[in-house]
């Protein structure tokens, strides 16, 4: 009996939370990535283009990254759904049909990357009893999205 609590205090985290904050981040980023893909073909700056490159090889890293826990961990995640990918899309053609500038492009990028930070805090903050590389994750993806807010604000 004792070998089974022993084997129950080494888990250490909840499954459950885990499995939600893992899938919400893989949500995140991948909608990210999927929200700049449909921002590109608007950009005109070469120097924006190659930076929001860069961001989709990023948040391709962290999709594996998470595929790869949810691996180890023996997680299903799942991906995000259709229909709410087609909806992000025909709601950025929609803003971008209105206004084709650049600086509608860092308006759209960061009305996107604010809601996604402000996800991320409520998703952290209510599961900290999640396992600790998927939090960990989670804060790197936090941070990252801080970051990109700050550049973002320096291009407008």
Not at 25 to 31: G, Q, R
Not at 35 to 58: A, F, G, M, Y
Not at 121 to 128: A, D, E, G, R, V
């Amino acid at each position: 009996m004792t070998s089974k609590n022993n084997t129950d205090k080494k888990i250490g985290y909840d499954k459950i939370s885990t499995k939600e904050v893992l899938g919400d981040l893989y949500k995140n980023v991948t909608m990210c990535k999927h929200s700049i893909k449909v921002l590109l073909p608007h950009v005109e700056d070469s120097e924006l283009t190659k930076t929001l490159i860069n961001q989709t090889d990023k948040y391709d890293e962290f999709c594996k990254r998470a595929e790869d826990l949810a691996d180890r961990l023996k997680l299903q995640i799942e991906p995000v759904s259709k229909m709410l990918v087609c909806m992000s899309k025909t709601g950025i053609k929609m803003k971008m049909a209105k206004d084709n500038s650049q600086t509608n492009v860092l308006k759209v990028m960061l009305n996107g990357t604010f809601m996604g930070v402000i996800d991320l805090h409520i998703l952290l903050s209510h599961n900290k009893n999640a396992q600790s590389e998927v939090l960990l994750l989670g804060k790197e993806i936090l941070n990252y999205q801080e970051e990109r807010i700050e550049k973002l604000k320096q291009a407008l």
